[in-house]
């Protein structure tokens, strides 16, 4: 028997909720769940409960951002034309921005 997944208030977490979505989207969450350091369950149900999403500064955060931002200046090198950039690389250049903005704030 599977092990019984509970959530932070003690209740049983015993629904599926399935949605389809093109690989662009996916990739796009794929990125905000890296950012955010929570599990891609926790950031779904946040995001769609219109919950804060609080991103804790830690290794699996740090490495998430490096490795987007080396995603990034990656294809800007391969852009020739601004017409090549896709909002896609355009909101997740904002989200690594809100990400370090907020993480900045917590420092200070």
């Avoid at 149900?45 to 931002?69: E, F, H, M, S, T």
């Amino acid at each position: 028997m599977s092990v019984k997944i509970y959530d932070g208030h003690g209740r049983w977490r015993n629904k599926i909720v399935a949605f389809r979505m093109s690989p662009e989207e996916n990739e796009q969450i794929n990125v905000a769940v890296a950012l955010s350091g929570l599990t891609k369950q926790e950031y779904c149900i946040r995001r769609c409960l219109n919950r804060d999403v609080i991103v804790q500064g830690n290794p699996k955060v740090y490495k998430a951002l490096r490795n987007q931002l080396a995603a990034v200046l990656d294809e800007l090198k391969r852009i020739e034309s601004p017409g090549e950039l896709r909002d896609e690389l355009l909101d997740n250049i904002a989200l690594i921005t809100r990400t370090l903005e907020g993480m900045k704030e917590e420092t200070e």
